[in-house]
Nanobody
């Protein structure tokens, strides 16, 4: 089954930056709004940011003014630029359709670890 492929995570210091990428299947990407989600240890997966087909973006209050979501239609790719990272941003990050996410489309995610 086709799944998202996330990349770009890693270890960053507090205040640092990372840029995540998600290679999305064309049939998912081209007709839907997309979102970045994250799941921290012991917590439920939560929605972080969304982008519509037309480029309208929305952010959870916890990342507003620090994260930027974007999409490249030609590459079927969604990005998440993360600046001024905080230890509480530590999580596995995933991309999927929004709304709702496609249950079988979750990929492996990419681990983001922010050191204090």
């Amino acid at each position: 089954q086709v799944q998202a492929v996330e990349s770009g995570g890693g270890l960053a210091p507090a205040g640092g930056s990372l840029r995540l990428s998600c290679a999305a299947a064309g049939n998912i990407f081209s007709i839907n709004a997309m979102g970045w989600y994250r799941q921290a240890p012991g917590k439920q997966r939560e929605l972080v940011a969304t982008i519509s087909r037309g480029g309208r973006t929305n952010y959870d209050d916890s990342v507003k003014d620090r994260f930027t979501i974007s999409r490249d239609t030609a590459k079927n790719t969604v990005y998440l630029q993360m600046n001024n990272l905080k230890p509480e941003d530590t999580a596995v990050y995933y991309c999927n359709r929004f709304p709702p996410p496609v249950p079988g489309y979750w990929g492996q995610g990419t681990q983001v670890t922010v050191s204090s």
